[in-house]
């Protein structure tokens, strides 16, 4: 079945710069991937997400990128606030459609 | 527009006791059902999903149950709760190809 790996486990930046969060997964008949950014005591929110005939997707100051070769997909936030930090999670959809599996978290952190 | 209930948000049972957790969903119909734990520093497990009425598919071998007895309500259940049934249970729902969507979950501690 599919499986999802997410790096880093935590990431501290400070106010202003930029962050990354790299997934990978095994199933390369996936074709959806969201990012959900979850805060402490909620749940998991939708983000941004990006389907496989895409390969790049925005939205302000948060954009998703997709390489279907290497089986990986990014997050990237620029100019970080602190209302960034949260727990984020990348999935992939497996391949009956039925479900999202997902990467572990990334506790990111940003310091002002 | 779409909405996702669970109850309780919080929930403290003793080792042995049965569970029932709800969760329902406002303004959309048939939606595609989600039960995911989330144990402390992990990442979500997917439990059960449904498709429809009376349909449930089980994703891990476990001590809880799930049952859909109306189109827009999940319940998750157990006779006898496990001191490894403790963690943070979140329900989703999704249609139509759109995205998941979560409730905001209920933590439950097994003492």
């Known amino acids: 079945g599919e499986n999802v790996e997410q790096h880093p486990s935590t990431l501290s930046v400070q106010e202003g710069d930029s962050a990354v969060i790299k997934c990978t997964y095994s199933?390369?008949?996936?074709?959806?991937f969201p990012w959900y950014k979850q805060e402490l005591g909620k749940g998991p929110q939708l983000i941004i997400d990006?389907?496989?005939?895409?390969g790049e997707k925005k939205d302000q100051r948060i954009a998703v990128t997709l390489n279907k070769t290497a089986k990986h997909f990014s997050l990237h936030i620029t100019e970080t606030q602190p209302e960034d930090s949260a727990v984020y999670f990348c999935?992939?959809?497996?391949?009956?459609?039925?479900?999202?599996?997902f990467g572990k978290g990334t506790t990111l952190s940003v310091s002002s | 527009s779409q909405t996702i209930h669970q109850w309780p948000a919080t929930l403290v049972q003793p080792v042995g006791s049965p569970l029932s957790l709800e969760c329902t969903v406002e303004g959309t119909s048939n939606p595609n059902l989600y039960w995911y734990r989330q144990a402390a520093g992990r990442g979500l497990q997917l439990l059960f999903y449904s498709v429809g009425i009376g349909q449930i598919s089980s994703e891990v071998p476990q001590n809880l149950s799930a049952s859909r007895p109306q189109d827009r309500q999940f319940i998750l259940s157990s006779k006898k709760l496990l001191l490894s049934d403790s963690g943070f249970y979140l329900c989703?729902?999704?249609?139509?190809?759109?995205?998941?969507?979560f409730g905001d979950g209920t933590r439950l501690s097994i003492l």
């Open positions: 999935a992939a959809r497996n391949q009956a459609g039925t479900a999202l599996i």
């Open positions: 990006i389907r496989s005939n895409v």
């Open positions: 199933d390369s008949a996936s074709n959806y």
């Open positions: 989703a729902w999704s249609s139509g190809g759109q995205p998941q969507h």
